[in-house]
Nanobody, 120 residues
């Protein structure tokens, strides 16, 4: 059983920074992709940043130049460095691991979510 633990969410003033972490534990042989999503109140979940197993990244247009996704494959951990935060970044942030191979099957997993609140 693979488990994801997220951390790093907090209340921060506009212009501030936060670093989110998502650590996966359990029987893991490989992870194809890692990503961060967010969901603001009364809005749908949106993809914020994505990173492949080879390190190729992509970002939501509104966070380009401010957010950076990275991964440590030795620790099965994905990070999201968020700088120059804006009130519109306020949301619950979820990590997602795609194509996790445990030796028998391939599955996708979601973190429990961490709240990021940016005050103006």
């Amino acid at each position: 059983q693979v488990q994801l633990v997220e951390s790093g969410g907090d209340l921060v003033q506009a212009g501030g920074s936060l670093r989110l972490s998502c650590a996966a534990s359990g029987r893991i042989f490989a992870i194809a992709s890692m990503a961060w999503y967010r969901q603001a109140p009364e809005k749908g979940r949106e993809l914020v940043a994505h990173i492949t197993s080879t390190g190729v990244t992509s970002y939501l247009d509104s966070v380009k130049g401010r957010f950076t996704i990275s991964r440590d494959s030795t620790k099965n951990t994905v990070y999201l460095q968020m700088n120059s935060l804006k009130p519109e970044d306020t949301a619950v942030y979820f990590c997602r691991l795609g194509g996790v191979y445990d030796g028998r099957s391939v599955n996708d997993y979601w973190g429990q979510g961490t709240q990021v609140t940016v005050s103006s």
